[in-house]
């Protein structure tokens, strides 16, 4: 019988689709019951693996090439998959004030709803309705890193479920058979898989800041 690391990694594989390194498994089964079922620990080790940072829980043996954001190179694509991890997220067909306005909405407690924004209206038995308030369609730019740490731009061409300026800083993405041109990573529903997850430290500071940059561009253009 293999070893519980080995088992938990083959499991992950399986069934997730990642590979993170026997360093994070040894360090996440340290935490965990040695009785606790196997399946059990795949959920756990899934729900911990999202809300890592992959450049040190994630295997490299699956990553961007090193010149994917050479803008010399006029288009290319990259057929195998590969676990990335959003580090900004912007919405390049708004306007600054827009984008500050979306990421105050989304603060005050509203969601999303495919491509609309979605306020959730407590109700009396604890659930909630979902009133539209705007349209949040729009053209995203990424910031991807890999688990190497190289990082690349992401440019949505079509829309794509969970991208947003609602998504959290760390959320993990699987690219498959995805395009490159110019140095721009190029995102559609049939390349990018949406993991879900987020870095609290990362997206904190990631909010604040952006909010901050937004700010300061608006002020520069009144000079």
């Known amino acids: 019988m293999s070893d519980p690391t080995t088992q938990l990694g083959s499991q992950l594989v399986s069934q997730k689709g990642l590979r993170p390194t026997p360093e994070w498994l040894t360090a996440f089964l340290s935490t965990q019951r040695p009785t606790t079922p196997l399946q059990s620990l795949v959920q756990t080790a899934h729900f911990r693996f999202l809300a890592s940072d992959i450049t040190t829980s994630l295997s490299r043996d699956g990553c961007l090439p090193t010149d994917v954001a050479n803008p010399h190179f006029k288009e290319r694509n990259l057929e195998r998959e590969?676990?990335?991890?959003?580090?900004?997220?912007?919405?390049?067909?708004?306007?600054?004030?827009?984008?500050?306005?979306?990421?105050?909405?989304?603060?005050?407690?509203?969601?999303?709803?495919?491509?609309?924004?979605?306020?959730?209206?407590?109700t009396e038995d604890g659930g909630g309705t979902q009133d539209g308030v705007q349209k949040v369609g729009g053209v995203h730019k990424l910031l991807l890193q890999d688990a190497v740490g190289t990082m690349v731009h992401g440019l949505e061409l079509k829309p794509v479920e969970g991208v947003g300026l609602g998504m959290s800083i760390g959320c993990k993405m699987t690219l498959r058979d995805v395009g490159v041109a110019r140095g721009m990573v190029l995102l559609e529903p049939n390349s990018v898989a949406i993991m879900g997850g987020k870095i609290e430290g990362m997206h904190k500071a990631w909010k604040e800041g952006r909010k901050a940059e937004l700010r300061k561009g608006i002020e520069e253009q009144k000079r």
Do not use: N
């Open 82 to 122: 590969i676990v990335v991890q959003v580090l900004a997220v912007e919405d390049i067909s708004k306007s600054r004030w827009e984008q500050i306005e979306a990421i105050e909405a989304i603060e005050r407690g509203e969601g999303t709803r495919g491509r609309e924004i979605i306020r959730v209206v407590a």
